[in-house]
Protein backbone atom coordinates (compact mmCIF):
# COMPACT_ATOMS: atom_id res chain seq x y z
CA UNK A 1 0.00 0.00 0.00
CA UNK A 2 3.07 2.12 0.64
CA UNK A 3 4.40 1.66 -2.55
CA UNK A 4 1.15 2.43 -4.43
CA UNK A 5 0.68 5.63 -2.19
CA UNK A 6 4.20 6.67 -3.16
CA UNK A 7 4.64 5.79 -7.07
CA UNK A 8 0.80 7.87 -6.96
CA UNK A 9 2.19 10.78 -5.45
CA UNK A 10 5.23 11.13 -7.81
CA UNK A 11 3.01 10.77 -10.37
CA UNK A 12 0.56 13.48 -9.34
CA UNK A 13 4.10 15.74 -8.54
CA UNK A 14 5.19 14.34 -12.39
CA UNK A 15 1.52 15.70 -13.51
CA UNK A 16 1.32 18.80 -11.42
CA UNK A 17 4.87 19.84 -13.09
CA UNK A 18 3.87 19.53 -16.10
CA UNK A 19 0.19 21.42 -15.96
CA UNK A 20 2.72 23.84 -14.28
CA UNK A 21 0.65 23.82 -10.83
CA UNK A 22 2.55 23.76 -7.31
CA UNK A 23 1.22 21.10 -4.92
CA UNK A 24 2.01 20.98 -1.14
CA UNK A 25 0.64 18.47 1.24
CA UNK A 26 -1.54 20.76 2.67
CA UNK A 27 -2.38 23.52 -0.23
CA UNK A 28 -6.57 24.04 -0.01
CA UNK A 29 -6.25 26.30 -2.73
CA UNK A 30 -4.97 26.29 -6.45
CA UNK A 31 -1.50 28.13 -6.58
CA UNK A 32 0.45 28.92 -10.45
CA UNK A 33 4.06 28.55 -10.82
CA UNK A 34 5.10 31.49 -13.52
CA UNK A 35 2.45 34.31 -11.67
CA UNK A 36 3.57 36.33 -8.87
CA UNK A 37 1.67 37.13 -5.88
CA UNK A 38 1.09 40.32 -3.78
CA UNK A 39 0.05 39.93 0.11
CA UNK A 40 -3.64 40.86 -0.38
CA UNK A 41 -3.76 37.96 -2.96
CA UNK A 42 -3.78 39.34 -5.89
CA UNK A 43 -1.72 37.76 -9.14
CA UNK A 44 0.29 38.84 -11.93
CA UNK A 45 0.99 36.95 -15.59
CA UNK A 46 4.36 38.84 -17.32
CA UNK A 47 4.29 39.29 -20.98
CA UNK A 48 7.45 41.33 -21.82
CA UNK A 49 6.18 44.61 -20.82
CA UNK A 50 2.63 43.90 -20.21
CA UNK A 51 0.55 42.16 -16.82
CA UNK A 52 -2.69 40.61 -16.53
CA UNK A 53 -3.71 40.94 -12.91
CA UNK A 54 -6.55 38.73 -11.22
CA UNK A 55 -7.86 37.82 -7.58
CA UNK A 56 -6.24 34.34 -6.24
CA UNK A 57 -8.37 31.20 -5.62
CA UNK A 58 -7.56 31.76 -1.59
CA UNK A 59 -8.94 34.95 -2.18
CA UNK A 60 -12.34 34.22 -4.28
CA UNK A 61 -12.68 31.30 -1.64
CA UNK A 62 -12.62 33.34 1.21
CA UNK A 63 -14.74 35.88 -0.40
CA UNK A 64 -17.58 33.92 -1.84
CA UNK A 65 -19.93 34.53 -4.58
CA UNK A 66 -18.36 37.18 -6.40
CA UNK A 67 -21.96 39.53 -7.86
CA UNK A 68 -20.31 42.11 -9.06
CA UNK A 69 -16.88 43.61 -9.94
CA UNK A 70 -15.94 47.32 -10.06
CA UNK A 71 -13.55 47.97 -13.37
CA UNK A 72 -11.73 50.48 -13.47
CA UNK A 73 -11.38 52.74 -16.76
CA UNK A 74 -8.56 51.94 -20.00
CA UNK A 75 -6.95 54.40 -19.95
CA UNK A 76 -6.21 55.13 -15.86
CA UNK A 77 -3.15 54.30 -14.30
CA UNK A 78 -2.57 51.81 -11.25
CA UNK A 79 -0.22 52.19 -8.80
CA UNK A 80 1.72 48.85 -7.06
CA UNK A 81 0.02 48.38 -3.64
CA UNK A 82 -3.19 50.72 -4.16
CA UNK A 83 -7.08 49.94 -5.34
CA UNK A 84 -8.33 50.22 -8.47
CA UNK A 85 -11.16 47.97 -8.59
CA UNK A 86 -13.41 46.59 -5.78
CA UNK A 87 -15.23 42.93 -6.09
CA UNK A 88 -18.77 42.79 -4.53
CA UNK A 89 -19.56 39.68 -2.47
CA UNK A 90 -21.98 38.56 -0.20
CA UNK A 91 -22.36 41.83 1.52
CA UNK A 92 -18.86 42.79 1.30
CA UNK A 93 -17.30 45.70 -1.18
CA UNK A 94 -13.39 44.57 -1.19
CA UNK A 95 -10.89 46.32 -2.85
CA UNK A 96 -9.02 45.12 -5.31
CA UNK A 97 -5.40 46.48 -5.02
CA UNK A 98 -2.48 46.05 -8.15
CA UNK A 99 0.69 44.17 -7.69
CA UNK A 100 2.15 46.61 -10.28
CA UNK A 101 2.62 49.78 -11.62
CA UNK A 102 1.56 51.02 -15.44
CA UNK A 103 -1.22 52.32 -17.23
CA UNK A 104 -4.51 50.04 -17.78
CA UNK A 105 -4.54 48.59 -21.16
CA UNK A 106 -7.81 46.12 -21.17
CA UNK A 107 -10.61 45.21 -18.57
CA UNK A 108 -12.38 42.42 -18.93
CA UNK A 109 -16.05 43.37 -19.94
CA UNK A 110 -17.27 39.85 -19.46
CA UNK A 111 -16.75 40.29 -15.87
CA UNK A 112 -20.05 42.63 -15.78
CA UNK A 113 -22.33 40.10 -17.24
CA UNK A 114 -20.67 37.09 -15.59
CA UNK A 115 -19.03 38.23 -12.78
CA UNK A 116 -18.76 34.85 -11.61
CA UNK A 117 -15.67 33.97 -13.28
CA UNK A 118 -13.31 35.36 -10.87
CA UNK A 119 -14.97 32.34 -8.61
CA UNK A 120 -15.02 29.78 -11.15
CA UNK A 121 -11.83 30.57 -12.89
CA UNK A 122 -9.73 33.19 -10.89
CA UNK A 123 -6.10 32.35 -13.35
CA UNK A 124 -7.63 32.46 -16.60
CA UNK A 125 -11.48 33.50 -17.64
CA UNK A 126 -11.76 35.66 -14.45
CA UNK A 127 -8.93 37.83 -15.53
CA UNK A 128 -9.62 42.02 -14.38
CA UNK A 129 -6.97 43.84 -15.92
CA UNK A 130 -4.30 44.44 -18.33
CA UNK A 131 -1.55 46.22 -17.39
CA UNK A 132 1.23 48.19 -19.64
CA UNK A 133 4.00 47.95 -16.95
CA UNK A 134 6.12 51.15 -16.11
CA UNK A 135 8.49 49.57 -13.65
CA UNK A 136 8.93 45.85 -14.01
CA UNK A 137 11.70 46.10 -10.81
CA UNK A 138 8.54 46.13 -8.68
CA UNK A 139 7.98 42.36 -9.48
CA UNK A 140 10.64 41.83 -7.47
CA UNK A 141 8.62 42.59 -4.04
CA UNK A 142 6.31 40.00 -5.59
CA UNK A 143 6.05 36.82 -4.24
CA UNK A 144 6.73 33.48 -6.09
CA UNK A 145 4.03 30.65 -5.73
CA UNK A 146 6.31 28.43 -2.81
CA UNK A 147 6.40 31.77 -1.00
CA UNK A 148 2.83 32.64 -1.39
CA UNK A 149 1.27 29.26 -0.73
CA UNK A 150 3.41 29.43 2.69
CA UNK A 151 1.82 33.09 3.57
CA UNK A 152 -1.83 31.55 2.60
CA UNK A 153 -1.25 28.61 4.77
CA UNK A 154 0.07 30.81 7.81
CA UNK A 155 -2.82 33.03 7.30
CA UNK A 156 -5.51 30.54 7.50
CA UNK A 157 -4.15 28.87 10.57
CA UNK A 158 -3.43 32.28 12.63
CA UNK B 1 -2.69 50.10 23.17
CA UNK B 2 -3.90 49.66 26.72
CA UNK B 3 -3.67 46.20 28.90
CA UNK B 4 -2.87 44.90 25.21
CA UNK B 5 -5.92 46.12 23.64
CA UNK B 6 -6.69 48.19 20.35
CA UNK B 7 -8.20 51.59 21.34
CA UNK B 8 -11.72 52.20 19.52
CA UNK B 9 -12.84 55.66 19.59
CA UNK B 10 -16.86 55.68 19.79
CA UNK B 11 -18.44 58.63 17.97
CA UNK B 12 -22.30 59.73 18.23
CA UNK B 13 -23.02 60.96 14.91
CA UNK B 14 -26.35 62.64 15.66
CA UNK B 15 -28.95 62.65 12.93
CA UNK B 16 -27.38 62.84 9.92
CA UNK B 17 -28.78 62.59 6.67
CA UNK B 18 -27.75 59.32 5.09
CA UNK B 19 -25.26 60.55 2.56
CA UNK B 20 -23.76 62.74 5.41
CA UNK B 21 -23.29 59.37 7.59
CA UNK B 22 -22.35 57.31 5.10
CA UNK B 23 -20.05 59.85 3.58
CA UNK B 24 -18.37 60.23 6.93
CA UNK B 25 -17.85 56.70 7.30
CA UNK B 26 -15.66 56.43 4.29
CA UNK B 27 -13.71 59.28 5.14
CA UNK B 28 -12.52 57.74 8.29
CA UNK B 29 -12.21 54.76 7.25
CA UNK B 30 -10.33 55.73 4.26
CA UNK B 31 -8.23 58.90 5.96
CA UNK B 32 -7.53 57.70 9.03
CA UNK B 33 -5.88 55.14 10.88
CA UNK B 34 -7.40 54.62 13.89
CA UNK B 35 -10.41 52.25 14.70
CA UNK B 36 -14.02 53.69 15.61
CA UNK B 37 -17.20 52.91 16.51
CA UNK B 38 -20.29 55.54 14.86
CA UNK B 39 -23.57 55.49 16.81
CA UNK B 40 -26.28 57.42 14.54
CA UNK B 41 -29.30 57.26 16.35
CA UNK B 42 -32.17 58.23 13.20
CA UNK B 43 -32.14 59.60 9.96
CA UNK B 44 -34.12 62.56 8.62
CA UNK B 45 -35.70 62.41 6.33
CA UNK B 46 -36.61 59.07 5.00
CA UNK B 47 -33.68 58.24 2.99
CA UNK B 48 -33.42 55.05 1.05
CA UNK B 49 -29.87 53.47 1.00
CA UNK B 50 -27.78 51.48 -1.37
CA UNK B 51 -25.63 48.83 -2.03
CA UNK B 52 -22.57 49.61 -4.41
CA UNK B 53 -23.97 47.71 -7.02
CA UNK B 54 -27.79 47.64 -6.57
CA UNK B 55 -29.53 48.36 -9.67
CA UNK B 56 -32.07 51.34 -9.12
CA UNK B 57 -34.70 49.57 -11.29
CA UNK B 58 -34.32 46.92 -10.02
CA UNK B 59 -34.77 47.66 -5.92
CA UNK B 60 -36.90 50.69 -5.84
CA UNK B 61 -40.02 51.90 -7.00
CA UNK B 62 -38.49 54.84 -9.06
CA UNK B 63 -42.00 56.55 -9.84
CA UNK B 64 -43.33 56.79 -6.38
CA UNK B 65 -39.66 57.60 -4.96
CA UNK B 66 -39.67 60.61 -7.70
CA UNK B 67 -43.30 61.76 -6.50
CA UNK B 68 -42.54 61.53 -3.53
CA UNK B 69 -39.14 63.30 -2.92
CA UNK B 70 -37.44 60.56 -1.39
CA UNK B 71 -33.50 60.82 -1.23
CA UNK B 72 -31.63 57.58 -2.90
CA UNK B 73 -27.91 57.44 -1.68
CA UNK B 74 -25.59 55.05 -3.09
CA UNK B 75 -23.32 54.39 -0.38
CA UNK B 76 -19.48 52.92 -0.51
CA UNK B 77 -19.93 48.97 0.38
CA UNK B 78 -21.92 45.85 -0.97
CA UNK B 79 -25.10 44.69 0.42
CA UNK B 80 -28.70 45.17 -0.09
CA UNK B 81 -31.04 48.58 0.15
CA UNK B 82 -32.64 49.58 3.08
CA UNK B 83 -35.15 52.87 3.52
CA UNK B 84 -34.13 54.39 7.06
CA UNK B 85 -35.67 57.18 8.88
CA UNK B 86 -35.84 58.59 12.47
CA UNK B 87 -36.42 54.87 13.65
CA UNK B 88 -33.21 53.00 12.20
CA UNK B 89 -30.05 53.38 14.31
CA UNK B 90 -26.77 53.14 12.19
CA UNK B 91 -23.69 51.49 13.84
CA UNK B 92 -20.83 51.17 12.04
CA UNK B 93 -17.57 49.36 12.91
CA UNK B 94 -14.08 50.71 11.60
CA UNK B 95 -11.12 48.29 12.72
CA UNK B 96 -7.10 48.10 11.64
CA UNK B 97 -6.98 44.55 10.29
CA UNK B 98 -4.65 44.13 12.94
CA UNK B 99 -6.97 45.08 15.65
CA UNK B 100 -8.61 42.04 16.63
CA UNK B 101 -6.17 39.42 16.96
CA UNK B 102 -6.26 36.17 14.60
CA UNK B 103 -9.52 38.10 12.28
CA UNK B 104 -8.99 37.70 8.69
CA UNK B 105 -10.14 40.66 6.74
CA UNK B 106 -12.71 38.88 4.40
CA UNK B 107 -16.19 39.05 4.46
CA UNK B 108 -17.62 35.73 6.38
CA UNK B 109 -14.53 36.41 9.21
CA UNK B 110 -16.12 39.34 9.82
CA UNK B 111 -19.46 38.75 9.84
CA UNK B 112 -19.21 36.23 12.10
CA UNK B 113 -17.15 37.77 14.14
CA UNK B 114 -19.88 40.78 14.30
CA UNK B 115 -22.56 38.18 15.30
CA UNK B 116 -20.70 36.70 18.24
CA UNK B 117 -20.07 40.43 19.36
CA UNK B 118 -24.20 41.22 19.10
CA UNK B 119 -24.42 38.09 20.57
CA UNK B 120 -23.45 39.40 23.50
CA UNK B 121 -25.57 42.55 23.21
CA UNK B 122 -29.00 40.74 22.23
CA UNK B 123 -29.01 37.83 23.95
CA UNK B 124 -30.88 38.70 26.48
CA UNK B 125 -33.96 40.17 24.71
CA UNK B 126 -34.38 37.34 22.11
CA UNK B 127 -33.64 34.63 20.52
CA UNK B 128 -30.96 36.21 18.72
CA UNK B 129 -29.30 34.53 16.21
CA UNK B 130 -26.92 35.82 12.66
CA UNK B 131 -29.22 34.06 9.93
CA UNK B 132 -26.96 34.51 6.75
CA UNK B 133 -26.39 38.07 6.62
CA UNK B 134 -28.62 39.28 8.99
CA UNK B 135 -29.47 39.77 12.78
CA UNK B 136 -32.80 38.40 13.70
CA UNK B 137 -35.16 37.69 17.05
CA UNK B 138 -35.81 33.93 16.11
CA UNK B 139 -36.56 34.21 12.22
CA UNK B 140 -37.21 37.59 12.24
CA UNK B 141 -34.43 40.35 10.53
CA UNK B 142 -34.14 43.76 12.96
CA UNK B 143 -30.48 44.19 11.52
CA UNK B 144 -29.07 44.49 8.24
CA UNK B 145 -25.21 44.16 7.74
CA UNK B 146 -22.81 45.63 4.36
CA UNK B 147 -18.98 45.56 4.74
CA UNK B 148 -16.23 47.23 3.19
CA UNK B 149 -12.75 46.17 3.00
CA UNK B 150 -9.81 47.73 2.01
CA UNK B 151 -6.37 46.53 2.34
CA UNK B 152 -5.64 47.40 5.62
CA UNK B 153 -8.76 48.09 7.02
CA UNK B 154 -12.37 47.34 7.16
CA UNK B 155 -16.02 48.39 7.86
CA UNK B 156 -18.70 46.52 9.19
CA UNK B 157 -22.04 48.72 9.73
CA UNK B 158 -25.32 47.74 10.21
CA UNK B 159 -28.83 49.54 10.36
CA UNK B 160 -30.68 48.52 13.55
CA UNK B 161 -34.75 48.67 12.96
CA UNK B 162 -35.45 50.44 16.79
CA UNK B 163 -38.72 51.53 15.02
CA UNK B 164 -39.76 51.52 11.23
CA UNK B 165 -43.06 52.83 9.75
CA UNK B 166 -44.27 50.33 7.31
CA UNK B 167 -45.74 52.80 4.49
CA UNK B 168 -41.78 53.39 3.95
CA UNK B 169 -40.82 49.99 3.00
CA UNK B 170 -43.70 50.66 0.12
CA UNK B 171 -40.73 52.18 -1.85
CA UNK B 172 -38.49 49.26 -2.03
CA UNK B 173 -39.58 46.32 -4.16
CA UNK B 174 -38.57 42.46 -2.22
CA UNK B 175 -35.21 41.98 -3.92
CA UNK B 176 -34.16 39.12 -5.97
CA UNK B 177 -31.62 38.58 -4.02
CA UNK B 178 -33.06 37.14 -0.87
CA UNK B 179 -31.84 35.99 2.22
CA UNK B 180 -33.04 31.89 1.94
CA UNK B 181 -34.58 32.28 4.87
CA UNK B 182 -36.78 35.01 4.02
CA UNK B 183 -38.95 32.39 2.19
CA UNK B 184 -40.58 34.88 0.47
CA UNK B 185 -42.13 36.73 2.74
CA UNK B 186 -43.26 39.96 2.68
CA UNK B 187 -41.73 43.13 4.49
CA UNK B 188 -43.71 42.77 7.40
CA UNK B 189 -43.82 39.44 8.05
CA UNK B 190 -39.80 38.89 7.82
CA UNK B 191 -38.63 42.49 9.99
CA UNK B 192 -39.56 42.79 13.64
CA UNK B 193 -38.95 46.07 15.62
CA UNK B 194 -36.50 46.01 17.94
CA UNK B 195 -38.17 48.47 20.65
CA UNK B 196 -40.35 45.16 20.93
CA UNK B 197 -37.90 43.33 22.19
CA UNK B 198 -35.69 45.98 24.51
CA UNK B 199 -37.04 48.72 27.32
CA UNK B 200 -34.77 51.44 25.68
CA UNK B 201 -32.34 52.81 22.67
CA UNK B 202 -29.92 54.00 25.48
CA UNK B 203 -29.96 50.20 26.69
CA UNK B 204 -29.08 49.20 23.18
CA UNK B 205 -26.16 51.64 22.48
CA UNK B 206 -24.81 51.51 26.06
CA UNK B 207 -24.94 47.53 25.06
CA UNK B 208 -23.20 47.72 22.09
CA UNK B 209 -20.20 49.73 23.79
CA UNK B 210 -20.25 47.46 26.53
CA UNK B 211 -19.46 44.61 24.25
CA UNK B 212 -16.96 46.32 22.33
CA UNK B 213 -15.08 47.64 25.82
CA UNK B 214 -14.25 43.66 25.68
CA UNK B 215 -11.98 43.98 22.86
CA UNK B 216 -11.13 47.80 22.62
CA UNK B 217 -10.29 50.54 25.17
CA UNK B 218 -13.08 52.83 24.29
CA UNK B 219 -12.96 56.64 24.48
CA UNK B 220 -15.81 58.88 23.16
CA UNK B 221 -15.35 61.36 20.79
CA UNK B 222 -17.17 64.05 18.61
CA UNK B 223 -17.50 63.23 15.10
CA UNK B 224 -16.86 66.63 14.37
CA UNK B 225 -13.42 67.47 15.53
CA UNK B 226 -11.88 63.83 14.12
CA UNK B 227 -13.19 64.74 10.67
CA UNK B 228 -11.24 67.38 9.15
CA UNK B 229 -12.14 69.43 5.85
CA UNK B 230 -9.89 67.24 3.82
CA UNK B 231 -10.43 68.78 0.36
CA UNK B 232 -8.44 65.96 -1.45
CA UNK B 233 -11.18 62.71 -0.46
CA UNK B 234 -13.54 62.46 -2.93
CA UNK B 235 -16.30 60.09 -1.31
CA UNK B 236 -17.77 57.54 -3.64
CA UNK B 237 -21.17 57.57 -1.41
CA UNK B 238 -23.26 59.75 -3.53
CA UNK B 239 -26.83 61.19 -3.15
CA UNK B 240 -28.61 60.07 -6.62
CA UNK B 241 -29.92 63.27 -8.06
CA UNK B 242 -33.80 63.46 -9.59
CA UNK B 243 -32.00 63.58 -12.92
CA UNK B 244 -30.27 60.62 -12.15
CA UNK B 245 -33.49 58.79 -11.10
CA UNK B 246 -35.11 60.17 -14.16
CA UNK B 247 -32.38 59.15 -16.49
CA UNK B 248 -32.52 55.40 -14.96
CA UNK B 249 -36.77 55.67 -15.60
CA UNK B 250 -35.94 56.55 -19.09
CA UNK B 251 -32.83 54.28 -20.05
CA UNK B 252 -33.98 50.88 -18.15
CA UNK B 253 -30.81 50.86 -16.24
CA UNK B 254 -28.04 50.12 -19.35
CA UNK B 255 -26.44 52.79 -17.41
CA UNK B 256 -25.40 52.65 -14.05
CA UNK B 257 -25.07 56.12 -11.45
Known amino acids: MAMAASSRLLWASRAAAYLRISTFPRAFSTVLKDLKYADTHEWVKV ?30 SVSQGKNFGAVESVKA ?11 VVEVNEKLSEEPGLVNASPYEKGWI ?18 KYSKFCEEEDNH | MTHGRSKAGSLAGGNDA ?26 APPTIVMGVSGRVSELVKIQAV ?4 VP ?19 VTVICNKAAVAGLQPFPRDIMSWSGQLYGKVFDRFGEFHLRENDYAFSHRKFGGNAQSITKNRWVHHTSFLWDYDVKNMDYLKIPKRAPEYRLARNHTDFLCRMKEYMPSRSIFTDGV ?22 E ?5 TKLLSQHDLEEIVYSKESLRV
Not at chain 1, 93 to 103: C, F, M, Q, R, T
Request: charged fraction near 20%; include cysteine.
Open chain 1, 47 to 76: EGDSATVGITDHAQDHLGDVVYVELPEVGV
Open chain 1, 93 to 103: ASDINSPVSGE
Open chain 1, 129 to 146: IKVKLSDSGELNSLMDDG
Open chain 2, 18 to 43: GDACNGSEEQLLRCTADNWCVINDGT
Open chain 2, 66 to 69: LQDQ
Open chain 2, 72 to 90: VVRRFSGGGTVIVDQGTVF
Open chain 2, 209 to 230: IMALGEHFSVQPTDLQTVLSDD
Open chain 2, 232 to 236: EFVPS
